[in-house]
Nanobody, 127 residues
């Protein structure tokens, strides 16, 4: 079992920046691909970004490309989401998720791909 704890959310003005952190338990953190998802009120949970276990490969949803950067520090068992040029439409609860890997045909954007989830951290962007 893996525990994930997000932090760094808060209230920020449009155009501002915020860095989210996700601290994970376990010795095998580097073997997990890690993802960030978000969920706005009344909407389904949405894929935001993913990073491979090594940190060498990243993926982003189109709406955040060029503004958000996912990274990880395996020595600290932590994954980050640097969010710049924030927009009101970025307002959501942001969730960290871990993918243990293995053979699968499930898309990396699907919530079902991920095995462990954090409790979420609120990000609110004011206009």
């Amino acid at each position: 079992q893996v525990q994930l704890v997000e932090s760094g959310g808060g209230l920020v003005q449009a155009g501002g920046s915020l860095r989210l952190s996700c601290a994970a338990s376990g010795r095998t953190f580097s073997s997990y691909a890690m993802g960030w998802f978000r969920q706005a009120p009344g909407k389904e949970r949405e894929f935001v970004a993913r990073i491979s276990g090594s940190g060498m490969v990243t993926s982003y949803t189109d709406s955040v490309k060029g503004r958000f950067t996912i990274s990880r520090d395996n020595a600290k068992n932590t994954v980050y989401l640097q969010m710049n040029s924030l927009k009101p439409e970025d307002t959501a609860v942001y969730y960290c998720a871990a993918d243990r890997g293995g053979p699968t045909r499930v898309l990396i954007t699907a919530t079902s791909r991920y095995d462990y989830w954090g409790q979420g951290t609120q990000v609110t962007v004011s206009s």
